[in-house]
T-cell receptor, first 113, second 115 residues
Framework: QQQVKQSPQSLIVQKGGIPIINCAYE??????FPWYQQFPGKGPALLIA?????SEKKEGRFTISFNKSAKQFSLHIMDSQPGDSATYFC????????????FGKGTMLLVSP | NAGVMQNPRHLVRRRGQEARLRCSPM?????VYWYRQLPEEGLKFMVY????????ESGMPKERFSAEFPKEGPSILRIQQVVRGDSAAYFC?????????????FGQGTRLTVV
């Protein structure tokens, strides 16, 4: 039973484009939604995270949009660069407990020069 | 301030051998989590430990897998009698005592190959 569904599986955009990655969750107890960036051969690194009391959060070129009623959240990367090429994972957890994260399956992003 | 340290980075074992994966959390962190990543899959939670205690092992296979986090030294994930299906990347994450539910920092992983 997959509790966090992520799409698309892969994505190719040109430099300067705005890739959008979507996630949907099932467990209404989730209240912490981070995005992780992973380069080949490396561990995941936290990119940006949101809690359900806000509908949008921006950090630099990265924006999370959150729709609580639809149980969906998405990552937008503004002015994407070739260096953003990586695999992106959405995740969810119950903030009031310990940080056991439930991950989506990942989106492999390629930003072409 | 070193991050989460995992070793070895790569481990090759023959079927039936034992694999031991080590994880040293970030300084000041007393919570350790192990995740497994299969090819083209997201990370799957395995076990959550605090010093000398297993808090949640709901993601751990019932047989052949065990984990510990002793009072001194790194956390160890042990896989006995490895099979080909155990081939994966195993990631350790840590978080601070006072940060329950907040950011977990990941190590670079141990890539286990069973031949």
């Amino acid at each position: 039973q997959q509790q966090v569904k992520q799409s698309p599986q892969s994505l190719i955009v040109q430099k300067g484009g705005i890739p959008i990655i979507n996630c949907a969750y099932e467990n209404t107890a989730f209240d912490y939604f981070p995005w992780y960036q992973q380069f080949p051969g490396k561990g995941p690194a936290l990119l940006i995270a949101i809690r359900p009391d806000v509908s949008e959060k921006k950090e630099g070129r990265f924006t999370i949009s959150f729709n609580k009623s639809a149980k969906q959240f998405s990552l937008h990367i503004m002015d994407s660069q070739p260096g953003d090429s990586a695999t992106y994972f959405c995740a969810a957890s119950i903030h009031s407990g310990y940080s056991t994260l439930t991950f989506g399956k990942g989106t492999m992003l390629l930003v072409s020069p | 301030n070193a991050g989460v340290m995992q070793n070895p980075r790569h481990l090759v074992r023959r079927r039936g051998q034992e694999a031991r994966l080590r994880c040293s959390p970030m300084k000041g962190h007393s919570h350790v989590y192990w995740y497994r990543q299969l090819p083209e899959e997201g990370l799957k939670f395995m076990v959550y430990l605090q010093k000398e205690n297993i808090i949640d092992e709901s993601g751990m296979p019932k047989e052949r897998f065990s984990a510990e986090f002793p009072k001194e030294g790194p956390s160890i994930l042990r896989i006995q009698q490895v099979v080909r299906g155990d081939s994966a990347a195993y990631f350790c994450a840590s978080s601070p005592l006072e940060g329950l539910g907040t950011e977990a920092f990941f190590g670079q992983g141990t890539r286990l190959t069973v031949v």
